[in-house]
């Protein structure tokens, strides 16, 4: 069971921990117009760029959220965080390459992951009864994963279809090469009796004992998963906006 703390002005992260965040996208924390004023113009514009006011207002959050979070580890302004991008995409800290960090959202909420030094992956899903399933699963999941997610009750399959998911969205983030990684060639676990795990990797014959992968209640209507290298001793949770 976790428990979810107060977000800290100074997080003290520590070599082998992982922190998890999670925010209010729909109620932010801090005022709109705070989080407009921290951002970058590339970001200004991405805002700008969509059509519906609503999703502007949740881009808007999640990038000053994820400025502010991060700015707290760094200790510098929100607004100083540079932010640089792998080729698939993957944002990062140059002037800060030791802090590890990656960021999901769904639905009304955004998830962080930060620890040192470390590949680290994180994805949150609003579970959905009427996306998924079996059609899905064959399109995307291992073979392995598919016999489990059939084997379980049909009432227990948009659960364990998301749980799959995140956990394999997470790895694929941690290593950073969006959907070009082909997501057959490596499996986890989905059953809810199952801890989280990533069973194995196609070609890595050490993938299992070089990975540590949790899940984290993020909500109950969600599944959340974050993945690091190992070792991973520790994991702290902060939540920001919601329920305090
Ligand atoms: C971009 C991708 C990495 C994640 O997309 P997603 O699940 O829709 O979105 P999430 O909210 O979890 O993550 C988005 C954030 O991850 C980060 N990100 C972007 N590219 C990334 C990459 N290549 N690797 C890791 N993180 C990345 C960014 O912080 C991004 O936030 P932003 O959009 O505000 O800039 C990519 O994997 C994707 O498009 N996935 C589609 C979903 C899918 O088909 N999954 C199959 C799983 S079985």
């Given at each position: 069971m976790i428990s979810w703390q107060a977000p800290p002005a100074r997080p003290a992260l520590l070599p082998h921990q992982v922190h998890v965040w999670r925010v209010s996208?729909?109620?932010?924390?801090?005022?709109a117009d705070m989080l407009w004023g921290v951002l970058d113009k590339a970001e200004r514009q991405r805002a700008q760029r969509y059509r519906f006011e609503r999703d502007r207002r949740r881009f808007v959050a999640a990038r000053g959220m994820l400025r502010v979070i991060l700015a707290r580890y760094a200790g510098i302004a929100p607004a100083a965080i540079h932010f640089d991008y792998s080729d698939h995409g993957k944002p990062s800290l140059s002037d800060f390459p030791e802090l590890a960090f990656n960021a999901s959202d769904s639905g009304d909420l955004m998830a962080l992951g930060v620890a040192l030094n470390r590949l680290l992956g994180v994805d949150i899903e609003r579970v959905r009864d009427d996306f998924g399933g079996l059609e899905i699963a064959e399109r995307f999941f291992s073979p392995a994963e598919i016999a489990s997610l059939r084997s379980l009750p049909p009432q227990a399959r948009p659960r364990a279809f998301f749980r799959c998911w995140t956990r394999k969205e997470a790895f694929i983030k941690a290593i950073g090469e969006g959907l070009s990684y082909p997501l057959h060639q490596f499996e986890v676990t989905l059953k809810p009796d199952e801890p989280a795990r990533l069973l194995r990797v196609v070609g890595e014959p050490d993938a299992a004992r070089r990975w540590f992968l949790t899940d984290f209640p993020v909500h109950p209507d969600y599944e959340g998963a974050v993945i690091a290298e190992a070792p991973v001793a520790d994991m702290a949770y902060f939540s920001w906006g919601i329920g305090d």
């Open positions: 996208l729909q109620r932010p924390p801090l005022p």
